[in-house]
């Protein structure tokens, strides 16, 4: 099978690198890659917001089955295009997507189909949306309902906060994802992300993580992409997977279907769990970056059969099966990062990639043969171990051997799940 992997991050370095271990694959390409990817995979030279290239290149290729990593050309609807010309496509249809590309959209399923949520309204202008405020009170929580790279959502501890976010956002601070606000209740609890696949009928549960969204130790400083994960989240008992399962994921797989959405791909479930018990606070119609990463390393499944199943719609018939140890993750970014930061800074040396632990590329490039930091997340290195504090060892020797001057991490990825353990000891 011949295999087409879009995307350019660690995710996808991640996902090239189990992919490419299938006995059922032939050729993997990636488009646009990177130095990691490259290792895995044959980097083809098409621009993928080019939609037509893309198809050309697929029948020229004779390409099988093409894989998904980001949200951006599924919301772009190159997944649409690729199945109208008879390809077998891994990631949902732009009208699935909206799951991620619109907040509003996804509040409005969670009211019909009664998922678990924040009281949410949504606001097409800013008196009305202050007036809500006002009324609701802090904390409260106001979004960009569009695509804004992670930025567009506030955590208003105070009245004054979500009036300037909401300023923000009809402002134009997000472009047209701002046009409309949802403005939902604080909800308070413990983070956790939960990953399944569902080919449009069936749902099958991967596995969990916890990402580390702020920049700074202690969970301190602006939000970023993620800084690091790891993977199962302790808190996502058998119980609560259970009961994210029935109360959450299958409500969205029948409602997406019933409204002629049928979800087929990797739904990514943002969650709180909070003295109720799970509650939705967003979803990704993708792998989670970092996440993806830690469950790549756990699963210990051939992946490639289980994206095949989720594209045919023959998932009830695929099982996956995942390692007990746990794989923790710390990304190494660019200095200046999330704000501005140097390009094209030299990365010297990496650690040699071992079964427990491995570096996946984010945004690297090589110029004239050196590896050089292109982008804010840069390294991801991947441990696993019998406990997290055994990965977090693992993963934090290998970040000391890393030779590249321009680049920071966070000291304690894992704290969370660490205290628990040792409160158990
Ligand atoms: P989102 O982009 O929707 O995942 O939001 C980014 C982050 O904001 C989440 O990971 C949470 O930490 C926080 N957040 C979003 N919605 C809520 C909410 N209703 N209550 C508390 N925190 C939230
Ligand atoms: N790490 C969070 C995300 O991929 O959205």
């Known amino acids: 099978m011949k295999v087409l992997l879009i995307g350019s991050g660690g995710r996808e370095h991640a996902l090239a690198w189990k992919i490419a271990q299938s006995p059922l694959l032939t050729t993997l390409y990636a488009a646009p890659g990177n130095p990691g990817v490259a290792n895995c995979a044959e980097i083809a030279g098409i621009n993928v917001d080019d939609h037509e290239d893309v198809l050309q290149f697929c029948r020229k290729a004779a390409i099988d089955f093409v894989v998904f990593g980001p949200e951006a050309p599924l919301v772009a609807g190159l997944s649409d295009k ?8 891994f990631g949902p249809s732009a009208a699935a997507a909206q799951l991620e590309g619109s907040k509003g959209f996804t509040k409005d399923l969670c009211a019909r189909y009664d998922i678990p949520t924040g009281a949410y309204q949504r606001f097409n202008n800013a008196p009305k949306a202050r007036a809500y ?26 009245i004054d906060e979500a009036l300037a976010a909401i300023d923000d956002c009809f402002e134009g601070a997000f472009g047209t994802a701002g046009a409309e606000v949802v403005i939902e209740a604080f909800l308070d609890g413990e983070e956790a992300s939960f990953f399944v696949l569902s080919d449009g009928r069936n749902a099958l549960a991967l596995a969990s993580a916890q990402d580390h969204k702020r920049v ?10 993620g800084m690091g994960a790891y993977s199962p989240a302790p808190l996502m008992t058998g119980e609560m997977i259970a009961r994210t399962m029935r109360e959450i994921i299958e409500p969205t797989i029948l409602g997406m279907a019933d409204m002629g959405h049928p979800f087929s791909g ?14 939705l606070i967003e979803y990704n119609v993708r792998f989670g970056d970092p996440e993806c990463q830690v469950l790549m390393m756990r699963l210990t499944s051939d992946l490639l059969p289980l994206l095949i199943a989720t594209a045919r719609g023959t998932l009830d018939t695929e099982k996956a099966e995942w390692s007990d140890d746990t794989a923790l993750t710390v990304v190494m970014a660019s200095n200046g990062y999330p704000g501005s930061y140097q390009k094209g800074t030299v990365i010297r040396s990496l650690p040699a990639d071992r079964d427990d632990c491995r570096t996946f590329h984010a945004g690297t490039a090589l110029s004239g043969g050196q590896l050089v930091a292109t982008g804010g997340r840069v390294l991801n290195i991947t441990a696993t171990g019998k406990t997290v504090s055994e990965a977090q060892v693992k993963a934090y020797e290998a970040v000391a051997q890393v030779e590249w001057e321009n680049g920071f991490f966070r000291h304690d990825i894992g704290w969370r799940a660490i205290e628990r353990e040792k409160s158990v000891d």
């Open 266 to 279: 990797v739904l990514f479930a943002g969650l709180m769990i909070t003295a109720k018990g799970p509650e």
């Open 216 to 225: 700074g130790d202690g969970d301190t400083g602006p939000n970023t992409g």
């Open 133 to 158: 405020v006002r009324q609701q009170g802090a904390p409260i929580v106001v979004k960009a309902d569009g695509l804004a790279a992670g930025k567009g959502v506030t955590v208003a501890m105070t």
């Open 82 to 89: 690729l199945r109208a010309n008879g390809f077998l496509v």
